[in-house]
């Protein structure tokens, strides 16, 4: 039995655009295509399809994913280990939502507490030092220690900008073009509400949406080709205009 693109973009709620995207680089290529030049999917291909979805879930980029789905490894032992790791991670959010649950009572019976080391309980404390550590390797501690968070309360400005930058995409622009820079522009002075990049540190950031997993899944959720033109327009932006 075979699918259509259309079929699978409407059972795995992936856009047509994506299945093309990722045919283009090789990651997951159609059983066949029609003399009509539809492309048609089977069950391997459904199957190698959730495995990507599952490693998206996970905070993989498509680099790494595609390094996992080519490896030739036995598809049940591949399945086998997702499996794991999305136990794993239902138990971690398991830990989370028992701790909220417990806030909320706390909160609700106006409970004066003299310990609340519960409400913490469940938070990864050495992933949150992972991700400030290499904020602070990379651009300094006086950025980080002393700029706050980045993106709290700006989520309609950030949202604007990755919808500018995928209109620009599929407008056939490169990053080089004066309207992406332009949108770029709008970027960098975003971020100078929070710290102040100079040149190196703004291609360093770039390199880090692309190359750090868990941005570039979100990057990929939106588009997958994203993440790489964010780099590209952003150390553009850094060559030509900053110091």
Known sequence: MAWSTAQVARMSKVTSRTLRHYDAIGLLPPAWVGANGYRYYEQDQLLRLQQILVLRELGLGLDAIAEIVRDGQDRVAVLRM??????????????LARTVSRTITDVEEGTTMTKTDHWFEGFDAATQEQLQQEARERWGSAAVDGGGTWQQGHGEEWAAMVTALVAHIDAGRTPQDAQVQ??????????????????????????????????????????PRLAEFLRAAMTEYAETRLS
Do not use: C, M
Not at 200 to 212: F, I, K, M, Q
């Open 82 to 95: 997702h499996h794991r790791w999305l136990l794993a991670e239902r138990d971690r959010f398991d830990r």
């Open 182 to 223: 332009t949108t770029i522009d709008g970027h960098y002075r975003w971020i100078q509400a929070f710290w102040q990049p100079n040149r190196e540190s703004y291609r360093g950031l770039a390199d880090v949406y692309a190359d750090d997993p868990r941005f570039r899944a979100n990057f990929d959720k939106s588009d």
